[in-house]
């Protein structure tokens, strides 16, 4: 039986299904339960956000963040992103990151660029990693950030975050890591590794509904609101606070998606990051092993598994990745995502971008090895009719 149902999914990089029972009770209650957080004093506004107070906790005790106010609730990753991004830089600051970045980190340094911010885009090895050392010759004396994703989700290419994060220090600039494809996944401490400002979906490996997203922002990052509004506070001042959190939350907050963030953070502090990191990596690795021996198939990526996430992008002689994932949904119910994933750089990097891109395979906590072995089988069987 697979995992989820009458299907195998394994499209976890673009959202994780299923998710723990918790989160469905936590989002359902909350909507049950009503209330806008700061904005009422009366039991269900006060019951409201201490239910956001605790998401807030939960994701805070997850990256080993102390002060719990730095982590701001958004929408998405990309709204994430574009908070730290345009919150940070002005023109005439230098930001240093790679050719193989998501649309979500590309699109608005692209924005930037035009409005006078310098953008060092930096290649990544075949496999899909930067070089420290091409991180610190970049270095400018206007360098403000260094910008990217700590997992590739195209390449599966984990990035050497720790030491970029040693050279951020040492250069006293900010390091951005967006960690759409690791956060939940990978034990990730924001002090020990250096990061400044960590961006995520609530939807991905935090195991929480889509619509969510949390940016964690040090003390020390001088960021300033993107969004004016209302903030539940401070109502007579005209222009907009910049306190955290509130001050960087403006509109009333996604109460029922944050509770379910909350109770997917839970989840993983109670399972372990560690252990959740082991499983994950043991089914991707299983299915890396697997793909490698099918001929005519192509696995991406970092060739040692300890330096990939849960993304394995493979590509399939004589067939278009959106054949093959029509094939593989419609004749095995192996579901995955195929194109560019929004990622056209690192496409460049693989050679895929004229093929239209990979077909993508991304395992979760919730997956099982017999979900691998069907992928695989799927796989060998479509690419042996490929091949006739
Ligand atoms: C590396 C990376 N960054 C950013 C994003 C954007 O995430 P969201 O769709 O939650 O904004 C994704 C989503 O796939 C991603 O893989």
Request: overall charge negative; glycine content about 14%; proline content about 7%.
């Amino acid at each position: 039986m697979p995992s989820s149902g009458s299907v195998v999914y394994l499209d976890n990089a673009a959202t994780s299904h299923p998710k723990p029972e918790a989160v469905y009770r936590a989002a359902d209650g909350a909507l049950r339960a009503g209330g806008n957080p700061g904005r009422g004093g009366h039991r269900v506004a006060l019951a409201a956000g201490r239910r956001v107070l605790a998401a807030r906790e939960a994701v805070a005790a997850l990256f080993g963040v102390k002060d719990a106010a730095r982590v701001l609730f958004t929408s998405s990753a990309t709204d994430s992103l574009n908070l730290a991004l345009k919150g940070l830089l002005h023109p005439g600051d230098h930001c240093i990151t790679t050719v193989a970045e998501h649309n979500a980190l590309r699109r608005p340094l692209v924005a930037l660029a035009l409005r006078g911010v310098e953008v060092t885009w930096l290649p990544v090895s075949p496999e899909g990693i930067v070089d420290p050392g091409g991180v610190r010759a970049a270095l400018r004396p206007n360098t403000r950030l260094i910008a990217l994703a700590h997992g590739s989700n195209v390449t599966g290419a984990l990035q050497p975050v720790a030491e970029l994060g040693e050279i951020a220090r040492r250069a006293g600039v900010f390091l951005l890591v967006d960690a759409a494809q690791t956060a939940g996944s990978h034990p990730i401490d924001v002090e020990a590794m250096g990061i400044h400002l960590l961006a995520a979906p609530g939807h991905k490996g935090l195991l929480g509904p889509q619509g969510t997203g949390i940016l964690y922002v040090a003390p020390d990052v001088p960021l300033r609101p993107v969004r004016e509004g209302g903030t539940g506070s401070m109502a007579t001042l005209a222009e907009q606070p910049d306190v955290f959190p509130e001050g960087f939350e403006s509109g009333t907050l996604n109460v029922p998606g944050i509770a379910g963030v909350g109770a997917g953070a839970d989840f993983l502090l109670s399972v372990g990051v560690e252990a959740v990191h082991a499983r994950v990596g043991a089914l991707t690795a299983a299915l890396v092993e697997g793909l490698r021996r099918l001929p005519g198939v192509t696995v991406h990526g970092p060739a040692d598994p300890a330096r990939r996430c849960g993304v394995v992008s493979l590509s399939v002689d004589g067939l278009d990745p959106g054949a093959l994932e029509e094939q593989l949904d419609s004749a095995f119910g192996v579901v995955g995502r195929a194109g560019l994933h929004c990622a056209p750089g690192a496409h460049e990097v693989l050679g895929t971008l004229p093929l239209g891109g990979t077909m993508r395979l991304s395992p979760g906590y919730f997956n099982t090895e017999e979900d691998i072995e069907a992928a695989v089988k799927a796989v060998a069987a479509v690419a042996a009719l490929a091949r006739r």
